[in-house]
């Protein structure tokens, strides 16, 4: 038997990247985006590199502190500097011939490439270049290092490359969750955070992530703790919003939401963030694509009230990360199945994927 031809696919020229707007009639994306190579690089090039990313911690930093953004994927080599007129996040990549310049932590006041000699100070600016003289038209600007954006939110960095949306307008979904702790202080919490590469799509980890439609089935102890009923799904234009309500009297409300019932905010910011908001904190999830159909999914945590940790639905939350990622497993097995057709949507309960793939098919198209 041969294999079903892809939905939204061209047949001598692969995905067309097709998502209907109308959830209604709406087909899942082509699942090539899930394990084909070449979806992988595009995905790489046209959603990730134009993305907003969360920087790995860093905190307290030295004066120089070199790191690579999205490890496996990005494999872009930065480098973080403090100096008299504050912190840079610059470019590590030597302007001359590209050898890197920072290579492990320290407090230098200037970065010095070792290959030939070429000197920047700690804000990326080219300060000598053995060498060089008799070269014409030069120096160029390019001659100094790129400076990336550097922007906070709460406890949380973030960094890109070549933003496609304005910083201001992709976070304020954020700044909204974390408006619940006010005045409070975040503590990273590296006992409760951990990171895992599995077997699967960082996309299909996402999907997952933006129904609520699975709860009942895949997680039955926090179905306990939640009203499905009255789960919700809001979308917006670069994030997806679920609200979690609870079923028992005792479970800790977020306090700016109590007044409905809210016990969880599960935010996903497009395309690999999920920030999950409790009473007690927040529990991040990056899904990083390292591979095609392969992801390495870090859990980090910051605690705000540590009187509140281990309450309520966000106090078993290791056993529901593993029931996840136990069935994004599963899925990727099944999506590169020659007999799979693809799927449809349930219209009410899996706006969250397709909004997903909406913005997915914009930015692959
Ligand atoms: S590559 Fe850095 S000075 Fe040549
Ligand atoms: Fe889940």
Not at 174 to 183: F, K
Request: with cysteine; hydrophobic share 35%.
């Amino acid at each position: 038997m041969t294999r079903p031809r892809p939905s939204g696919s061209d047949a001598t020229n692969g995905p067309t990247w097709h998502s209907e707007p109308d959830v209604r009639r709406a087909s899942t994306l082509d699942e090539r985006l899930h394990h084909d190579r070449a979806a992988h690089e595009l995905a790489i090039e046209r959603v990730f590199v134009r993305s907003w990313q969360l920087l790995p911690l860093s905190d307290p930093i030295q004066r120089v502190e070199p790191l690579t953004l999205l490890e496996g994927g990005l494999d872009e080599p930065l480098v973080l500097t403090l100096s008299d007129d504050g912190e840079q996040l610059l470019s590590n990549v030597c302007t001359h011939r590209g050898a890197l310049l920072a290579e492990a932590p320290g407090d230098a006041r200037a970065l010095r490439c070792r290959y030939h000699g070429r000197r920047f100070d700690l804000g990326g600016t080219m300060t000598s270049c053995p060498g060089f003289e008799g070269a014409e038209c030069f120096p160029r600007a390019s001659e100094n290092l790129a400076r990336l954006p550097l922007e906070q939110v709460g406890p949380l960095r973030f960094t890109s490359i070549d933003p496609r949306i304005p910083f201001d307008e992709w976070a304020a979904p954020l700044r909204r969750t974390l408006a619940e702790y006010d005045g409070e202080i975040f503590t990273f919490e590296p006992s409760a955070s951990r990171d895992f590469e599995i077997d699967a799509s960082w996309a299909l980890y996402c999907e997952n992530y933006l129904e609520g439609f699975h709860i009942p089935f895949v997680h039955p102890g926090l179905n306990q703790g939640l009203d499905f009923s009255r789960y919700t799904t809001e979308l917006e234009p670069y994030a997806v919003r679920q609200l979690g309500v609870a079923s028992r009297d005792d479970d800790a409300r977020l306090v700016s939401r109590a007044a409905d019932d809210v016990v969880a905010d599960y935010l996903w910011l497009y395309p690999n963030l999920m920030v999950n908001a409790y009473a007690w904190g927040i529990s991040v999830n990056l899904i990083e694509p390292i591979g095609p159909g392969r992801c390495r999914v870090r859990y980090l945590r910051w605690v705000a009230r540590p009187d509140l940790v281990g309450t309520g639905v966000g106090g078993a939350l290791d056993e529901v990360e593993m029931e996840d990622q136990g069935i994004v497993l599963s899925v990727q097995k099944g999506v590169r199945s020659r007999l799979y057709p693809g799927g449809r949507f349930a219209p009410k309960l899996e706006t969250g994927p397709h909004h997903f793939q909406r913005l997915m098919s914009a930015d692959l198209k």
